[in-house]
C-alpha cells in the first residue's frame, strides 16, 4: 500500500533528537568481535539510496569490518515523498536519512561536496557541472583518512550513459582515486592529517540490472565473480542480514524507499576491477593481515581481546570491564595513530556499555546565541559493581576543567549544574556544507577537516574523566536539551546556536501582475533577550520599498512580531531577490531559521540568507477557481494562489461530481497516479469533468507502480523521456496553438531561467488526439515531443505534462507562470 501521507503537512510532530544508544548484552559482543577486525571496507556510490544495505550490513555485522558509504552527493536533486523540501533543504533531510540507516546497517557515512544538481545523462556532462578535480580530491581525503582495504563500486564505470551520469562518474572517479590516494605528490597538504594509502582491491558490485532484467541474471554465467553469500541469520540479534538491511533502507522515507525484510540464502555479486585476484570468493580480505598483528605491538591487544571474547558473561557483562581498561591502555601505546584513534572511540564506548554508565549533559534551554550563558545539567551513574572514580569534567569549547574527584558507586547517580560562557564567535548550528555560497555542481567548504563530515557539528560539549583501574578515560557527550511531553514522554532535542535575531519573508515569491505596490510581510523573531533594532528590506534600485526601515524591539527570547514593508515594482518585467536584514546594536542579521522536524530523523536547524524572489511578469489569467489534487508533494497550490487563482486541495475522497463542479481546472499533483491508490476509483468522476467542459492537467508520473494503467482518456504511454538542460532551446510544434497564444504569447523567451531542467518523465507514445505542443532535446540526443500533450476530450480538455512546474513556479520563473496560465484557462 502506498504512502499517502505527508509528514509535515497533515500532522505535527514532537521534535526528537537520538536518545543515548544503550546496547543489550548481545549487541555488546558484536562491539567485542568487531573490536578484534582491523580490516576496512568502503563503498562508493552517487546518491542517498545507491548503496547496497544488504552488503554493507554484511560486511559491518558478519564480517566485523569497519565498512562506510561515501555518497558523492547528498541527493539535494531528486523529489521529495513526504513534504514540500526541495534542493539544499531535501539534501538535508537525506544526508539525516543516510546517517540513519548507517545507524541500522552499522556502516560510517561520508560526502563529497559534489551537489546533485539534478538527472545528468552522461557522465561528460556531470563532470563538467561538478568540479571533477575537487570531487576527486575529496575522494582521495576519504580513502587516506578512512584507510580501506577494499573498496566496493555500486555502479559500472565502463559503462557511460546507460545510467544516471552521477553514477557511472562515481565509478569512474573511484578508479581514479584508488591510484591518486598512494601518491605522495598529489595533495600534499593533505598529509598534514593523514598518510597516503593504498587499497588492495577495487570491486565492481555486479546486480541483476546491469544484465536488463532478473530472468537474464539468473541465465548469466557468473562463475568469473565473487559470490558472497550474504543471507546470514545472527541468533544473538533475532534477525538475518536481509531483515537488518531493510530496516536500513527503510530509512529512505523521503523516497518511499520502505523495504520488506527477507530470511534464507541471498548472494551478491563483486567483479574483481583493480588489485589483487583471491582464491577464497567469500572473502574479500584474503591476504590482508585484518588481526592485531597488523600494527606493531598489537598481538598482546589481540590475544586479550580474544580471551574477553571467549570469557564474556552475557548476564554479566561489567565482569570484562577490568579487563577491556587494560586493553584500552594497551591501545593508548601503539605507535599507529589510525588504528589507535579508531579503537580507543570503540573499546570506550564498550566499556561504557559494559558498566552501564551512564553519562548526560543536557542545556537548560533548547537554544542559546553566541556569548551568551548556558546553564548545563549534567549526569553521571555508573550502574555495576566495578570501581569508578569521576575525576574531573571538560567544558567544551571554554575548555574549563571542573574538578571532581567523587566516587561513582554502584546505582548511584550524581547530578549537578555547571555555567559556562559561550565564546562570542561560536559558531551557529547549521549544516556546514551551506555556509558559503556555492554553485550549481558544488557546495563551498574551505577546510579540509570538515569536508567529508556527514552531519551538522554540534560544538559545545562536556568531557567526562573517568578513572578505573588507574586509568583516566574522557567520555565526550555532546550537550543536548530534553524536555517531557505528556505523550511523547522523554523528548530529546539537540541544542542549537542561533543567531540573536533571525528573520523570514512569509511569501518566498511574489508576483507582480502589474504596478500596483504590494504589502511584503517579514517575520522577525528573538533569538535572546532584549532584542531593540530595525530592518530593512532590500530590492534592486528600480524596485520602490517603503518605509526604509521598521524599529522592532522584542523583550523575550523566542518571541516574534511581524512587520509590513510597501513595494512598487518597475514598468518592466523582472525577476529579482529581495533581501531582509536586522540591524541590532550595530551588527547585521540576514539569515532564516528553517527547522526541519520530521519523525524519523533528528531534527536540523538550516540557517539560509533570508531573501524572496520577486516576479514583475505580463500575466494574465483565465478562470477562477482551480482543484488541486497533492500527489507526491509540491508547493504548486501557493504559486497559483500568487497568479491570483482561488486553490483548493482536494483529497482523493472529496472527487466527486457535485464537489468538482464550478472549478476552472483540475490540477494533478506531481506523482499522483503514483502514489494515490484511490485515484483507480476515482479517474471516470475526472473524466466526465472533462468531458462536460472542464480542464484537467496532469503532472509527470514517474514510470513504476503506477496505480492504474491508462491515466488519460486517450493512449498515453509514459517513458524515461527527459529534457536535463534546462536551457535546451524549444521548437514550437504547433505555434498557432491556443495554449501558446491565449491569454499569454509563448515565446522562446518564455523558457529563459528555467531552473535544474526542463522535464522528466516524457510520453513516448501516444494517441491521435493528442497535440505535442513544443520539442526539445539535451545535446547530442534526438527530439523529444512529449513534454506537453493537449487533447480535446468532449467539452473540455485533458492536458498530460513532464514540464517541471513544482521546480519553476516556486522559483519565480515568469515564462512558467505564464504557460500554466494558458493550460488552465485553454478553452476558456
Not at 61 to 75: E, I, N, Q, W
Not at 299 to 315: H, L, P
Not at 511 to 523: A, E, P, V
Not at 781 to 800: C, H, N, Q, S, T
Request: proline share 4%; with cysteine.
Amino acid at each position: 500500500m502506498r504512502k499517502t501521507i505527508l509528514y509535515g503537512l497533515l500532522f505535527s510532530c514532537v521534535i526528537c533528537f537520538a536518545q543515548p544508544k544503550k546496547p543489550s548484552s548481545a549487541e555488546i559482543y558484536n562491539k567485542l568481535e568487531k573490536l578484534n577486525f582491523l580490516g576496512t571496507a568502503l563503498y562508493i556510490a552517487a546518491h542517498p539510496d545507491d548503496e547496497n544495505t544488504r552488503l554493507i550490513s554484511f560486511l559491518a555485522s558478519d564480517v566485523k569490518a569497519r565498512t562506510g558509504y561515501l555518497s558523492l552527493t547528498r541527493g539535494d536533486g531528486g523529489q521529495n515523498l513526504i513534504g514540500l523540501e526541495l534542493r539544499e533543504l531535501l539534501g538535508v533531510i537525506r544526508t539525516q536519512e543516510l546517517i540513519e540507516a548507517r545507524k541500522v546497517d552499522g556502516g560510517e557515512q561520508f560526502f563529497s561536496r559534489a551537489n546533485d544538481f539534478g538527472f545528468s545523462k552522461v557522465p561528460n556532462e556531470t563532470l563538467q557541472i561538478w568540479d571533477k578535480d575537487k570531487v576527486l580530491q575529496d575522494m582521495v581525503w576519504v580513502i587516506r583518512k578512512f584507510r580501506p582495504d577494499v573498496i566496493i563500486t555500486r555502479f559500472d564505470h565502463r559503462s557511460p550513459g546507460t545510467t544516471h551520469g552521477h553514477h557511472t562518474s562515481s565509478a569512474m572517479l573511484t578508479q581514479e582515486a584508488y591510484e591518486l590516494a598512494a601518491d605522495p605528490n598529489y595533495e600534499p597538504q593533505q598529509l598534514k592529517y593523514a598518510n597516503v594509502w593504498q587499497p588492495k582491491r577495487v570491486f565492481f558490485n555486479v546486480s541483476w540490472w546491469f544484465f536488463g532484467g532478473r530472468d537474464k541474471f539468473e541465465k548469466a554465467d557468473k562463475s568469473k565473480y565473487i559470490n558472497l553469500q550474504t543471507g546470514t541469520y545472527f541468533p544473538s540479534l533475532g534477525m538475518s542480514n536481509q531483515e537488518i538491511a531493510s530496516l536500513s533502507r527503510s530509512k529512505h522515507k523521503s523516497q518511499g524507499f520502505g523495504s520488506t525484510g527477507e530470511r534464507g540464502d541471498d548472494m551478491e555479486y563483486l567483479e574483481l576491477i583493480k588489485g589483487e585476484k583471491q582464491k577464497n570468493k567469500q572473502d574479500l580480505f584474503e591476504g590482508i593481515d585484518t588481526s592485531w598483528n597488523r600494527v606493531k605491538g598489537g598481538k598482546v591487544i589481540g590475544d586479550a581481546i580474544a580471551a574477553i571474547i571467549k570469557e564474556y558473561d552475557f548476564k554479566n557483562p561489567s565482569a570484562s570491564v577490568s579487563a577491556l581498561v587494560k586493553v584500552y591502555a594497551e591501545i593508548g601505546k601503539i605507535e599507529d595513530i589510525h588504528w589507535k584513534n579508531v579503537k580507543q572511540k570503540e573499546i570506550k564506548e564498550i566499556i561504557a556499555a559494559c558498566s552501564g554508565l551512564y553519562l548526560e549533559a543536557v542545556s537548560e534551554s533548547q537554544s542559546l546565541s553566541p556569548g551568551s550563558t548556558a546553564k548545563i545539567k549534567w549526569e553521571a551513574i555508573n550502574r555495576s559493581k566495578v570501581s569508578m572514580e569521576l575525576k574531573s569534567l571538560i567544558i567544551i569549547p571554554e575548555n574549563r576543567t571542573i574538578t571532581q574527584d567523587t566516587l561513582l558507586a554502584n546505582n548511584v547517580g550524581i547530578s549537578s549544574t555547571i555555567t559556562t560562557t559561550l565564546p562570542k564567535t561560536l559558531a551557529y548550528t547549521s549544516p556546514y556544507w551551506l555556509a558559503e555560497k556555492g554553485n550549481t555542481g558544488m557546495y563551498r567548504v574551505d577546510d579540509l577537516q570538515k569536508i567529508s563530515l556527514p552531519d551538522i557539528i554540534r560544538e559545545v560539549a562536556l568531557n567526562f574523566i573517568v578513572e578505573i583501574d588507574g586509568v583516566a578515560i574522557p567520555f565526550e557527550r555532546t550537550v543536548i536539551y530534553k524536555h517531557n511531553d505528556p505523550v511523547a514522554g522523554e523528548v530529546y532535542q539537540p541544542l542549537d546556536i542561533v543567531p540573536a535575531v533571525t528573520t523570514k519573508i512569509l511569501n518566498k515569491v511574489q508576483l507582480f501582475k502589474d504596478n500596483k505596490k504590494q504589502s511584503i510581510s517579514i517575520k522577525i523573531k528573538a533569538g535572546k533577550d532584549n532584542c531593540k533594532g530595525s530592518l530593512r528590506f532590500e530590492l534592486p534600485q528600480d524596485w520602490k520599498v517603503t518605509p526604509s526601515s521598521i524599529p522592532f524591539d522584542l523583550i523575550r527570547k523566542g518571541s516574534e512580531t511581524i512587520v509590513t514593508f510597501e513595494v512598487t515594482p518597475p514598468d518592466a518585467s523582472s525577476e529579482v531577490t529581495g533581501r531582509s536584514i536586522a540591524t541590532l546594536n550595530n551588527e547585521e542579521f540576514d539569515k532564516e531559521q528553517i527547522i526541519i522536524n520530521y519523525p524519523h530523523i533528528a531534527a536540523q536547524q538550516v540557517l539560509l540568507p533570508s531573501t524572496a524572489k520577486f516576479t514583475k511578469a505580463d500575466l494574465k489569467i483565465k478562470g477562477e477557481n482551480i482543484a488541486y489534487i497533492m500527489g507526491a508533494g509540491d508547493n504548486i497550490p501557493e504559486s497559483l494562489k500568487q497568479m491570483g487563482y482561488k486553490v483548493t486541495v482536494l483529497t482523493p475522497d472529496a472527487i466527486t461530481v457535485e464537489n468538482l463542479k464550478g472549478y476552472d481546472a483540475v490540477i494533478m499533483g506531481i506523482r499522483a497516479y503514483n502514489v494515490l491508490d484511490a485515484l483507480v476509483f476515482k479517474q471516470q468522476v475526472l473524466f466526465d469533468y472533462v468531458s462536460n467542459g472542464g480542464n484537467m492537467i496532469v503532472q509527470y508520473n514517474t514510470t513504476g507502480d503506477l496505480v492504474m494503467k491508462d491515466v488519460a482518456p486517450f493512449a498515453l504511454r509514459i517513458s524515461r523521456d527527459r529534457v536535463t538542460e534546462e536551457d535546451a532551446k524549444i521548437t514550437f510544434l504547433d505555434p498557432k496553438h491556443e495554449v501558446l497564444n491565449n491569454p499569454n504569447k509563448i515565446t522562446e523567451k518564455d523558457f529563459k531561467g528555467w531552473v535544474q531542467e526542463q522535464g522528466l518523465y516524457y510520453p513516448d507514445e501516444w494517441a491521435k488526439e493528442f497535440t505535442p505542443i513544443f520539442s526539445s532535446n539535451d545535446k547530442g540526443e534526438d527530439a523529444k515531443k512529449g513534454g506537453l500533450l493537449v487533447a480535446k476530450y468532449g467539452k473540455g480538455y485533458y492536458i498530460y505534462t513532464g514540464l517541471s512546474f513544482f521546480r519553476e513556479l516556486p522559483e519565480g520563473v515568469s515564462g512558467a507562470y505564464r504557460l500554466m496560465a494558458n493550460l488552465i484557462g485553454v478553452g476558456k
